[in-house]
């Protein structure tokens, strides 16, 4: 049998479980997935569309209207008119977010701890070589489909922050 037939049974298999044992840890700090999703998303993109962020997070744009009407109560975003658009919002952070990202940070180490729990560093590394080659490839194949961050339209860019070291610590 071939050793690739069930490549993206697996990749989705990992996706999936990741995903909830990731969800089980955050739902402990009252944080859904989808919250840690658009906030990771808007640490990385701020200025982003609210249809990018669809696409990025991989939400319903309506189901994601709906949470960020929740976030932005929160006082964790903010929408910004886009100047020559009514229509589009772009999407920024609050101050009120950072404590918030300091915990989605603390909880990706920790599943990342375990997901790769017996690799040794080597492997680790290997294993981040070949899925950024094999995210390249099917970028190369998708132009234009892969994260690239674009901000809405006529949007500034996201103001400078200086990134914690959660945020620039390797995700091992």
Known sequence: MDPLANFGFLLKDISRLYSRNFERHAAGHGLTLDQCRVLGHLSRHEGISQARLAYLADMDPMTLGRLLMRMEANGLIERRAIRGDRRVRALYLRKPSGPVLETIWS????????????????????????????HANLDALLPGMADQGDRAPGAKPARARPKTARETRPCS
């Open 107 to 134: 909880l990706r180490d920790i599943s990342h701890d375990e997901a790769l729990a017996g690799l040794s560093a080597p492997e680790k590394a290997r294993l981040m070589e070949a899925m950024q080659r094999i």
